[in-house]
């Protein structure tokens, strides 16, 4: 019986791969620039982190999350999400007594028993950013200004950032109360999650997506209108920076996020390739989740972005002749015509490697046909080709792959100038 991926998760190839190492390098590049700093945590942590953390009533820790107990009984969950694993590094490292601010970035796979279909899979990917030890709302503009960045620096023009305020503690318990008030006369016309949610997490109807709930909860008293004064204050503060940012938003004052932990500012972006699926990102504002988990009481702030879903956009934008282009591209592949030669050929590929230049070589003596098929499958800039009857005129041919023209490389002693090849090759 052959063995296949197990569902809702695949391989990643080959040109696929490609624009993963794209998304994830521009990523880093992007990360660097706004001042962020690697974190790596576990894959598996202590399934209590997340039920403390995203909450006991969430879809993600009462129906989603991989959780198995260890040889030692013990309670382990692969990580659903990244934020709840940074804050127990910075809390567990004491992080917040070498600096009053922390900024990371993480890029790594997550785990979530879901149903599995376009741009959502059992096995995921992340990248994200956390500011940790900040109330400032600059950070939560930040925060938007950054995803939105990134998404432009890939060429991907087509979002809309969505925004709303939750509000601080007392604005979430007084707002639940009003939706309760609100949804309490129509539950028996709404789905059984929202029946359950209505007594654990009201909060949480407003992201139900069964049409006929959804057409009660559009009339839902807008949660931004319910606001206390400071969350008020901390949420058009964090539009006027967004103003002077020149970044468009829309406020959906019914937006919320799948997580219990969100204070304040909360945001989606979202793009119109993903159909239903639509948001590439997201994230928002947590003041009180470190306080929770044992650390100091200070806020922070974070996003993050599907790459999988992501990769689908960049697909499509290649598929229409975008500049987005595979990673690992040659600049040169030398052809195999002379098992003689091979020698000499492969201690020029490593004196070339030595010189930075992306290259390979043929290992098997195909026909020349076949071999310049497999310096095109490579997307080769260039090839160079030296059987016996170009050795006898001390010359390689460099041929280029874009406008087909040839030129001659001259060889003293069969050895070539290396420096004068991979200037010429750098040239293109």
């Avoid at 785990?111 to 741009?119: D, V």
């Avoid at 650390?295 to 922070?300: I, L, S, V």
């Avoid at 020029?348 to 390979?360: K, N, Y």
Wanted: some cysteine; glycine content about 6%.
């Amino acid at each position: 019986m052959t063995i296949t991926a197990l569902r809702g998760t695949y391989d990643i190839l080959p040109p696929q791969s490609y624009i993963w190492e794209k998304a994830e390098s521009q990523a880093r590049k992007m990360f660097a620039l706004y001042g962020y700093s690697e974190l790596r945590t576990p894959i598996i942590e202590q399934t209590q982190l997340f039920s403390r953390s995203i909450g006991e009533n969430t879809d993600i820790v009462s129906k989603e999350m991989y959780t198995f107990a260890d040889r030692k009984g013990r309670s382990i969950t692969m990580r659903p999400e990244a934020t709840a694993p940074v804050v127990r590094a910075y809390i567990e490292h004491k992080l917040y007594k070498d600096q009053s601010l922390c900024k990371f970035y993480y890029i790594g796979p997550m785990f979530r028993y879901e149903r599995p279909q376009a741009g959502r899979n059992r096995q995921f990917y992340q990248l994200g950013t956390e500011i940790l030890g900040t109330e400032h709302p600059y950070h939560d503009a930040e925060s938007i200004s950054l995803a939105v960045s990134y998404f432009k620096s890939l060429g991907i023009d087509n979002i809309v950032v969505k925004i709303n305020s939750v509000g601080d503690a007392e604005s979430k318990q007084k707002y639940n109360s009003i939706l309760k008030n609100f949804f309490a006369g129509s539950l028996d016309t709404m789905c059984p999650d929202c029946n359950t949610r209505f007594e654990k997490n009201t909060l949480r109807m407003l992201d139900c997506k069964v049409p006929a709930c959804k057409e009660i909860i559009k009339n839902a008293p807008p949660l931004n209108e319910n606001l206390n004064d400071a969350s008020k204050t901390h949420f058009e503060s964090v539009l006027a920076l967004l103003d002077k940012m020149k970044i468009a938003y829309e406020i959906e004052p019914r937006l919320v996020r799948g997580l219990d932990y969100y204070t304040n500012t909360i945001f989606e972006i979202t793009h119109s390739h993903l159909g239903s699926q639509d948001a590439l990102g997201g994230g928002g504002r947590y003041n009180n989740l470190i306080a929770e988990m044992g650390g100091p009481q200070t806020g922070a702030v974070g996003f993050a972005v599907g790459i999988d879903r992501l990769v689908i956009v960049l697909e499509k934008m290649t598929a229409n002749n975008s500049t987005i282009t595979a990673g690992s591209d040659l600049d040169l592949y030398i052809l195999n015509l002379d098992n003689a030669l091979f020698t000499d050929h492969a201690e020029l590929l490593h004196s070339l490697r030595q010189h930075d230049i992306r290259a390979d070589i043929c290992t098997e003596q195909k026909s020349f046909k076949a071999q310049m098929r497999s310096a095109n499958k490579a997307n080769a800039r260039f090839v160079l080709i030296q059987g016996q009857n170009e050795r006898d005129n001390n010359i390689f041919k460099l041929k280029d792959m874009i406008n087909g023209t040839e030129e001659d490389i001259k060889t003293i002693n069969n050895n070539v100038d290396i420096d004068k090849l991979v200037e010429r090759i750098r040239q293109s």
